[in-house]
């Protein structure tokens, strides 16, 4: 399995669901990826068919999730209340504006339903060429591409016993550190309702935090309280949780490399 995003390729043998061996991590040479699309496509392939050759993986069937910034995520809410069998053909139908950076017909969609809200789905969708340029740099890997998966999708699988516990009273908020920002996503009642990026490093990293719950909760849920879910471990946490008044929870992987790779374990092995 690999999970990849605008800086890095976390790859991790998995089987029957659980990881058979630690991840391994390396940095995606700079300038041929910009905001989730390959720019050169044969020197990432390139590297990547390295990488699992070093790693064993070249001869495998891949599951692969796209960086975070390939895709985009929306809430819909259906006139029927309920989930339509085919959502995908019937959202394309309706054709909503869900101010996508491109045309649904120029992607591809994947639309989920969202636990404990039968009236609303999660729409996930990637502009069709930015899909099959990752298609084409696993074909130059030379490794076997089985699924190709959004990062939104996978995240949401490997929250969903946090998601399904906690009071719909209580929002969700999760902080994913990455290079240099942390994203900020936050969920009401299962639905994921607010997302933004962050300074990655203290000092203006907490006032932005701050501002951001702030900003939502005047908004949309005044006096909500907050459960803050950290991705991975965080520097000076002490003083982060004393400025909240929250305390945090490090989100157990079960030895998976990131969220992103737990949660495309937990959708390969329930297809």
Known sequence: MVDLSEHLVLGQSVKRGQPVEPAWSAPIPARTCRNGVPQLADAVGDFIGDL???????????????????????????????????????????????????????????????????????????????????VEVFAIAGGTLQHLLPAQVCLMGALSDELTATPASTLVALLQPLDEQTVLTLWRQGVPEFERLLPGAMPEFLPALQQSLDFYRSNHAPKAPVRLLLAESMPELEGLEQALGLEAELLERDGFGSLVLQGLAGLELAQ
């Open 52 to 134: 699992l050759l070093e790693h064993g993986g070249i001869d495998s069937q891949l599951v692969v999730s796209l960086p975070r910034q390939a895709a985009h995520w929306r809430v819909v809410e259906w006139a029927s209340a309920q989930h339509p069998v085919d959502s995908i053909d019937e959202l394309r139908d309706l054709n909503p504006d869900l101010r996508l950076p491109f045309a649904l017909d120029d992607a591809y969609v994947d639309v989920q339903p969202l636990p404990g809200n039968r009236s609303s789905s999660l729409v996930v969708a990637a502009a069709r060429s930015v899909v099959e340029a990752w």
